[in-house]
Each structure stands twice: as C-alpha cells, then as structure tokens.
C-alpha cells in the first residue's frame, strides 16, 4: 500500500474550514513545518488547532494565528508567542487551556478508545468547573474526557511507503500518541524510505494510524530559545 502524497500541498487541500487539528510538535521541536505552511497558504479558517503551545510568532503555528485562521486553541500554555498571548487577552481566540499531563493523557485516551478518566490534576481549580468528580480511595479526582480530532498533522524523522514512522529524540514528543487520536493522520518525513528499509523494532508509530504521508521539502527547524556560552 503506498499512502505517499506528491506534497504538502495536496494532503492539506483535504481540510476544510472549521476542521479540528492535532499538531505535533514541542514549542518549535518536531512541528510539521511544512504541512502548516502549506495549510497557511490555503487559507482554511475557523480551525481548532490542538497543541502543547502555538511557538513563536512568525513560524509554525504562529502564521496561522497572525492570518487570524485559528477559531480555537486547546494548549497546554500561552508560551512565547506574542500575537497568541494578544488574542488570548482581548478574546478574539477562544482558548482551553489543559495541564500538560492532563492534555498528553486526553489524547493518549482518544487513540486507545477510553471514555474518560479520573485524574487528581486541576481538583479545586477552575479546569475542574462543570466537570464530574469523585472521591476515590479517600482522594479527590476530576473527569477528563479524550481529545481527538478530524485531522492529525505529525512530523517524524523517516517514514516509509506504507507510513511506518521513525521520530528522532526530543522531536517525538507528542507527535506519536497524537498519530493515534485523529480521523485521518498525516505525516511529514525528513526522510521517506521503501517497504522493508525500517527494522520493525525500531518503528514507532505502525502504519495503520498512518493515511497520508509526505515528503518535507524544506525543513528550518529553528530553536525557539538560543543559549550559548559568553
């Protein structure tokens, strides 16, 4: 089976306006690039954009926030992005923002199938308004249901034809348990491989959560906060 797409382009023609959209990456660290670039420059809006945090202002998901594309954005923290952190205190984007351990369990739960669970993170706070509690083994826990979406977008190092994925260090992140939790995933690969070439030990994400993959023609992987020695 060869899910190979000839570009970013057309794997992303397939979202429409007011999709839901799970985008790997950590702060600027294994971010689909090039499908988000892509996505930009077709223009969909009225997006729910799914990420630990939206980077920096003009790369990655900071170009859709800047073209004012994203309706929603379900994140961990505002981070460092200024235009995110603008519309977050005007209210022109809505936000939800989820403890990081809490954000990475949702999805994991949407991937395997799982209702919901009890989690004692956010108990007393207002993440936990409107949401079922209970005491159990004498501690108090809140209900966290899974979050999944319509589309995943996931960066990984090398992939093949068949979409096996390989990630590599800090760039997997969340990349892998969110390739799990959408109707359709579709990965960037550094590097795309034949059928065979991936030693099956060392794949991380198998192919069947895969639908598309693509081939990254330019990759900037730019560092978010550089600290050097004086």
Known sequence: MNKVLAS????????????????GGFGLCGIPENLIRALHAQGSKDLTIIS????????????????????????TYVGENKEFERQFLTGEIE?????????????????????????????GTIVAEGKETRVIDGKPYVLERPL??????????KGDRAGNLVYRRTARNFNPVMATAARVTIAEVEELVEPGAINPDHVMTPGIFVKHIVKGEKFEKRIEKRTVRA
Do not use: C
């Open 95 to 123: 936000v939800e923002l989820v403890p990081q351990g809490t954000f990475s369990e949702r999805i994991r739960a949407a991937g395997a199938g799982i209702g919901g669970f009890f989690t004692p993170t956010a108990y």
């Open 8 to 23: 970013a382009e057309e794997a992303v023609s397939r979202i429409p306006d007011g999709a839901t959209i799970l985008m």
């Open 148 to 157: 999944g979406a319509d589309f995943a977008f996931v960066h990984a190092w």
């Open 52 to 75: 630990n945090n939206a980077g920096v202002d003009d790369f990655g998901i900071g170009v859709l926030l800047k073209s004012r594309q994203v309706r929603k954005m379900i994140a």
